[in-house]
């Protein structure tokens, strides 16, 4: 039973225990928990191996529900061991997020190796928030309309999967995590970029929280960790030249910090935090980086120059309470915490060797930051983006934590912690060996899903990242999100409606063309259906959906993947001018009709034998044709009933999952074209 001495200690228990008046299903839970920590002489776990564990485990269960309608503590206390018990199995599917521990602990000496680890660990976090009901996906606007209940749990859900890709990605970038620096790369520049946006998707997330809950005391001590992970992150940016940047990074850091002031009168760990966030604060305004911009537009090396000697603080920036586990194995004791974070000015550092930074002799930055400097430090700094709530500061040198939480007659009592259920120094008391049990050890998959890397063309993971697409909705650009979902890549889709018939003026300023598609990789902005579509067919697929010259269909591929937009769809464009023109005998209205029905007979004669332009095989030249049979029909109503091969084949299009999915993206509220008669509501 953690955070729970009110209704389980140890004295009253071993008392109960020798008289033989405590309930059998209370013992058997403690010993069932209990014998995750036991080693024998030998080192063994040899109450788990021989299955006493679990059967003791399973016998409290079948007597605690046998009186479960009665409320007695005894029963409160057993229901909560076997939960925790259970967990600890991996019955709940949690190893996982353990797993991202794991990794940002490990060191940097095989970098491509440990690239590979932190992505196919995304792709497996990613892919189970995939499965996430968006009910439990918020954004600030959410948040208000949440019952008050349910928050703090949706809330947890959230942070839990922004923190474990925040800090897979911070791991490898030293501004970010005060690891080694190794070489500057475009792998960790893309990390940087991708730990800097989801620090600032929570930071955001926190403001709308601080200013619309009123139970900050039902919130886990978890929320306070994420908080302080994330003014690491955003910090270095407070004195970026981009004023935008800058600007962001001060009010997010600003809501970061309150939300551990205000934590901190409910949990004695974030307590700690309100300490780390100033030493972190006093450690980058004494060696400012002077950052042009976030990540993704600055150099590589602004990322990897950032040189403090600092035993703790890496470990307390990517592992939650990992500050509290100095040796690697069980917990301080109250009382003996670090204060600050271990900075040094030797250039010696003192910490595991897996968390201490990897500095070259004379490097160390010749700071030592005392308890009264650090708030000296800090109340100095103060201008007009003051980023600390404007409340009493922590007295200097601090005085230990309290054992118990602060009797605070004003607020809410503190809530339970799921996320707090293995530091509290009086639970490790009640069993031999106080020694946490490490549970990467366990090997369950929470995601179910293979984790495998997902390399491009030339092997690089890291390119997968940063794809951006710019839909103008009702356009050709859905060509691209299609295109997305048949190759399986991940994308970032940003929708824009027509203002009111053409793209309103921020699409236009993407592309000095103004015209859709448009994407965005990394500092890459491309135009253009057809370079756009070939591009993210070498780049991300391998080349797929693109023949190979060898191919018997190649030249046959070829022709139609050029034929669609370099023929049929001008062709098809010409005729709205045709159905504008009053005189239809004219001589240039004719010759434009004719063409566009040559157009739409050979493509009516190629699909009479063939499943797909290409033939048997489905292309990119399929992916360009189809928004000139189908949407563009809003612009250029036109009807196919006599081209009874060609409706066939958009009923084949229609049938793709890959086009339903993109569909139902990128326009989910347009009716599609994929019937014989124009739509009934044309755009022009």
């Given amino acids: 039973m953690y955070n729970a001495s009110f209704l389980l200690t140890k004295a009253p228990f071993l008392e109960s225990v020798s008289a033989g008046t405590a309930r059998p299903h209370m013992v058997l839970s403690v010993c069932a928990w209990g014998a995750n920590f036991y080693r024998d002489a030998d080192g063994q776990a040899s109450l788990k191996n021989n299955g006493c564990m679990v059967e003791w485990a399973k016998r409290a269960g079948q007597l605690v529900f046998q009186e479960a309608e009665e409320l007695l503590e005894e029963n409160v206390v057993t229901f909560c061991n076997l939960a925790l018990f259970w967990h600890s199995q991996g019955s709940w599917r949690i190893s996982d997020l353990h797993k991202v521990v794991s990794l940002v602990k490990s060191r940097e000496?095989?970098?491509?190796?440990?690239?590979?680890?932190?992505?196919?660990?995304?792709?497996?976090?990613?892919?189970?928030?995939?499965?996430?009901?968006?009910d439990f996906k918020l954004t600030p606007s959410d948040i208000s309309a949440l019952p008050l209940?349910?928050?703090?749990?949706?809330?947890?859900?959230?942070?839990?999967?922004?923190?474990?890709?925040?800090?897979?990605?911070?791991?490898?970038?030293?501004l970010f995590s005060w690891g080694s620096g190794g070489h500057s790369s475009t792998a960790r520049q893309l990390s940087a970029q991708v730990a800097f946006e989801h620090a600032c998707t929570v930071s955001e997330l926190m403001k709308t929280v601080l200013s619309t809950y009123p139970r900050l005391s039902a919130m886990p001590?978890?929320?306070?960790?994420?908080?302080?992970?994330?003014?690491?992150?955003?910090?270095?940016?407070?004195?970026?030249?981009?004023?935008?940047?800058?600007?962001?990074?001060?009010?997010?850091?600003?809501?970061?910090?309150?939300?551990?002031?205000?934590?901190?009168?409910?949990?004695?760990?974030?307590?700690?935090?309100?300490?780390?966030?100033?030493?972190?604060?006093?450690?980058?305004?004494?060696?400012p980086t002077t950052l042009d911009d976030e990540p993704k537009f600055i150099n590589p090396t602004e990322l990897t120059s950032f040189r403090i000697n600092a035993t703790f603080a890496r470990a307390s920036i990517l592992e939650f309470t990992g500050v509290l586990r100095p040796k690697g194995h069980g917990y301080v004791k109250p009382g003996e915490e670090t204060w600050d974070l271990g900075i040094q000015n030797d250039g010696t550092g003192g910490g595991r060797e897996s968390d201490t930074p990897d500095l070259d002799a004379g490097q160390s930055s010749g700071i030592t930051l005392s308890h009264r400097q650090t708030g000296e430090a800090l109340e100095s700094s103060r201008d007009e983006h003051e980023p600390w709530p404007q409340q009493p500061l922590v007295p200097y040198p601090p005085a230990p934590l309290p054992l118990s939480q602060p009797n605070i007659s004003a607020v809410e009592p503190p809530t339970l912690d799921v996320f707090n259920s293995f530091i509290d120094p009086d639970m490790l008391n009640l069993f031999s060996q106080s020694e946490m049990p490490d549970f990467s050890q366990f090997g369950n998959d929470l995601f179910n899903t293979p984790q495998v890397a997902t390399p491009t063309a030339n092997g690089d993971p890291t390119t997968t990242m940063v794809l951006v697409v710019h839909h103008l909705q009702c356009s050709q650009s859905e060509r691209i999100p299609w295109l997305c979902e048949e190759l399986g890549i991940d994308y970032e889709l940003k929708l824009y409606q027509r203002a009111p018939l053409l793209a309103p003026p921020e699409y236009k300023a993407l592309h000095r063309m103004g015209a859709a598609p448009v994407i965005q990789d990394g500092n890459l902005t491309l135009a253009e259906s057809g370079a756009v579509i070939e591009y993210i067919c070498h780049k991300y697929g391998n080349g797929a959906l693109f023949l190979d010259p060898a191919d018997p269909a190649y030249a046959d591929f070829l022709y139609w993947w050029h034929w669609a937009n370099g023929s049929f769809q001008p062709a098809a464009l010409r005729i709205k001018s045709s159905q504008d023109n009053k005189s239809s005998n004219d001589v240039m209205t004719k010759f434009v009709k004719d063409r566009f029905n040559n157009a739409m007979d050979g493509l009516e004669q190629r699909l009479s034998d063939n499943e797909w332009l290409a033939g048997t095989q489905f292309t990119a030249a399929d992916v360009m044709v189809v928004f000139t049979l189908t949407t563009m029909r809003y612009f250029v109503p036109y009807s196919l009933e006599q081209y009874g091969?060609?409706?066939?084949?958009?009923?084949?299009?229609?049938?793709?999952?890959?086009?339903?999915?993109?569909?139902?993206?990128?326009?989910?509220?347009m009716e599609l074209a994929l019937g014989s008669e124009p739509p009934k509501n044309p755009k022009m």
């Fill in 645 to 669: 091969n060609v409706l066939k084949y958009l009923e084949r299009i229609g049938a793709r999952e890959a086009y339903q999915k993109a569909m139902s993206k990128s326009d989910p509220t």
């Fill in 109 to 134: 000496s095989g970098f491509s190796t440990r690239l590979t680890s932190i992505y196919a660990l995304e792709e497996s976090v990613s892919n189970w928030w995939e499965t996430v009901h968006s």
């Fill in 149 to 174: 209940d349910a928050l703090p749990k949706i809330f947890l859900v959230n942070l839990v999967f922004h923190q474990s890709l925040c800090v897979l990605h911070a791991s490898i970038v030293p």
């Fill in 221 to 287: 001590s978890f929320v306070a960790y994420v908080a302080y992970s994330g003014c690491a992150i955003q910090m270095p940016f407070m004195w970026c030249l981009n004023s935008e940047v800058k600007e962001r990074a001060h009010a997010n850091v600003r809501a970061n910090v309150k939300m551990i002031h205000t934590m901190a009168s409910y949990w004695k760990f974030a307590e700690l935090l309100k300490i780390h966030v100033r030493c972190l604060f006093s450690a980058y305004q004494n060696n």
